[in-house]
């Protein structure tokens, strides 16, 4: 079973607030991810690391920010948020040996008012 | 055109039908995976391939490297696998992956 965490689940917030959501794998993976996903659509990267201090943008342009200061945590931050930032934002890993390989966590469903 | 293709994108049927998801991907790859999604928004790694054929209990995925295509098929189907399918594939030239739209599939008891 895949240990990697997402809080807080479900969050409902007002424009213009800053946001953490946080993510945490307990399985050691160097490589970690964050997607994008509106209801009924595919998934999008929207940023990705490869380790401690590594962070990159993926291919969906985002106004959010990532850091990777410890190997199990990969926090993305919204300075302010929007309503156009409602949609569901999933965390992934996986090990350097077999990169192909992703576990999700459950995901952070997030409401701009 | 997306590089993943699924079809169909809704599914229902009655339970115990016999289902099959598939899945065209358009660009070179090293591995394809399928996914489910729950309601609840959590994604499962059902399987990962990149020759042949694999089965886990009553799911069992193939693929075609040639023709570019996949199929999930699900045996004596039951209300509890009513999610939605995700297909996707590992891109050859990095690790990055590319997503399907998903299959919503809703099996009635």
């Known amino acids: 079973e895949a240990d990697i965490y997402q809080t807080p689940r479900y969050l409902v917030i007002g424009t213009g607030k800053k946001i953490t959501l946080e993510c945490s794998q307990t399985m050691g993976h160097d490589k970690m991810y964050w997607y994008q996903q509106d209801p009924g659509m595919e998934l999008h990267l929207i940023h990705y690391?490869?380790?401690?201090?590594?962070?990159e943008k993926g291919d969906l342009s985002s106004e959010s920010t990532v850091s990777r200061i410890r190997t199990e945590h990969f926090p993305l931050t919204l300075e302010s948020a929007r309503p156009s930032h409602t949609s569901q934002y999933l965390c992934?890993?996986?090990?350097?040996?077999?990169?192909?390989?992703?576990?999700f966590g459950p995901g952070t469903r997030l409401t701009v008012t | 055109k997306n590089e993943v293709e699924q079809s169909p994108q809704n599914l229902t049927a009655q339970e115990g039908e016999f289902i099959t998801i598939n899945c065209s991907y358009s660009v070179g790859i090293s591995a394809l995976h399928w996914l489910q999604q729950h309601p609840g928004g959590g994604i499962v790694s059902l399987f990962m391939l990149s020759s042949g054929k694999k089965k886990h209990g009553r799911l069992i995925a193939t693929i075609n490297i040639q023709e570019k295509h996949s199929s999930l098929h699900i045996t004596a189907s039951h209300p509890r696998d009513s999610a939605v399918y995700i297909c996707a594939v590992s891109q050859n030239r990095d690790d990055k992956i590319i997503f399907g739209k998903g299959t919503r599939l809703h099996i009635l008891p």
């Open positions: 690391s490869y380790g401690v201090n590594s962070t």
């Open positions: 992934a890993s996986s090990p350097e040996w077999a990169s192909y390989e992703q576990y």
